[in-house]
């Protein structure tokens, strides 16, 4: 488990890649560019999970909520 | 298109309800909802793939109304199809009841997408049909929105997520009545070219008679045909489509609507639309 000292910059890929890895379902959708929460490693590992879409982020708002809509466990950040 | 006086009939009684309710709740916008009649009758009974018994089935082929001040409509469409009992029309946009002035998913039996922020419906319909694109069969999602929608930014930023992610089972309908709250959409912030502007961002785009059912099969066979990527219907429309003094008169009536007006609407209706 993710130790919940760690900011949660350092923490938010580790703690995706565990939900994944133990069977969780979910999907990350991120934008903003240089954002701190880059899921780069989680995107390499399960690169169907995330959709980055750059600066557009009202857009990435309303895209979580499809995913969402559409039945999936949805992380934003940016 | 054998069942072309079919749906010609039940877009006259979708007409009709629409009127109706409206009339009874004193309450919202005749001609937004009436320039959507045939595509949504074309919709609900040719194109789509439901089960009116099972609203919630996991198979069922999706709509967004981004147009949400057009949902009479929808709710007409629905309660027509069987979706729920007709008799909650006549309850529009009253506390407590299932049909409010904006679509709601857990409230309303066939509701797939919330609606009415103007512009989110695209956003919403990329995410939705990015879901269920995995599945197979693929639900499609169809989208539908409304011209003065498309002043606003983030349609454009959704625009172009529909471009880079090409989910095929999307198809997105813009509304081109030319008509928005306060005027012309023309006159106020114009979009033409629109169908230039669209293929510039990457879409495949058909421009059809919105109140034709064989131009709007035409389109969606043509856009189907196409190579993969986001697909267009630009649906020449008329706002107050029906009613021959919404027709004439370019602003859309809401809030105040008299009994009188209501009453002449229904005339022209119930005499079939001449």
Known sequence: MTPASKITEDAYEPALMEFVAAGGNLVAVEGGDGSPFGVSSF???????????GSAEQDMILAAAGLALGGKNVCVSS | MEKRAFLEEKALAVRRDVVRMIGLARSGFPASSLSIVDVLVWLYW???????????????????????????????????????????????????????????????????????????GLGLANGLALALRERT?????????????LQEGVFWESAMTSASFSPDNLVLIVDRDGQQMGGGTEEIMPLEP???????????????????????????????????????MVVRTISGKGVSFLEKNSSDQCGSLSRDFIDRALRELERGGD
């Open chain 1, 43 to 53: 995107k390499e590992a399960y690169p169907e999970r995330v959709f980055n879409l």
């Open chain 2, 46 to 120: 040719k194109v789509m793939t439901l089960r009116t018994e099972e609203p919630s089935w996991e198979g069922r082929d999706r709509f967004v109304l981004g147009k949400g001040r057009g949902c009479p409509a929808l709710y007409a469409v629905l309660a027509n199809r069987s979706f729920f009992p007709r008799d909650e029309l006549w309850s529009y946009r009253r506390l407590g009841a299932m049909l409010q002035g904006f679509p709601e998913v857990r409230r309303t039996p066939g509701v797939d997408a919330p609606g009415g922020s103007p512009g989110h």
């Open chain 2, 137 to 149: 069969p693929a639900p499609s999602v169809f989208c539908l929105v409304g011209d003065g929608e």
């Open chain 2, 194 to 232: 629109l169908a230039d502007k669209l293929r510039a961002f990457g879409w495949t785009v058909e421009e059809c008679d919105g109140h034709d059912f064989l131009s709007l099969e035409g389109a969606l066979v043509s856009l189907r045909s196409s190579p993969k990527g986001p697909r267009c």
